[in-house]
Nanobody
Framework: VQLQASGGGLGQPGGSLSLSCTASGFSLDEYAIGWFRQAPGKEREGVSCISNVDERSYYADSVKGRFTISRDNDKHTVYLQMNSLKPEDTAVYYC???????????????????WGQGTLVTVSS
């Protein structure tokens, strides 16, 4: 069972980056997928989540309107399109898979069964 996050790198303020999270060893379509991030010296925070039931997407207020999450179950991949990047988006981004999600605790790490290794996003001019 593995989640592979990729696509991080250096982005400019106002620019865009796209992250991918590819699953292997389990059926992606049975899991909700969340993206989290952890900036230096800060706690891990939830960024976005996409349901496996109805593909409904959820966003933290800090990224709403700028980030878009999507999934392609045939490709076993979930994407996070990040637009209008800000320096405060700088963090290591992780994807995680949850078999069952309680919406009231959408970004509680304990709900997630599998975690990817993280990919670094740096936003700087």
């Amino acid at each position: 069972v593995q989640l592979q996050a990729s696509g991080g790198g250096l982005g400019q303020p106002g620019g865009s980056l796209s992250l991918s999270c590819t699953a292997s060893g389990f059926s992606l379509d049975e899991y909700a997928i969340g993206w989290f991030r952890q900036a230096p010296g800060k706690e891990r925070e939830g960024v976005s989540c996409i349901s496996n039931v109805d593909e409904r997407s959820y966003y933290a207020d800090s990224v709403k309107g700028r980030f878009t999450i999507s999934r392609d179950n045939d490709k076993h991949t979930v994407y996070l399109q990040m637009n209008s990047l800000k320096p405060e988006d700088t963090a290591v981004y992780y994807c995680a898979a949850a078999k069952w999600i309680i919406l009231s605790a959408l970004y509680s790490p304990r709900q997630y069964d599998y975690w990817g290794q993280g990919t670094l996003v740096t936003v700087s001019s």
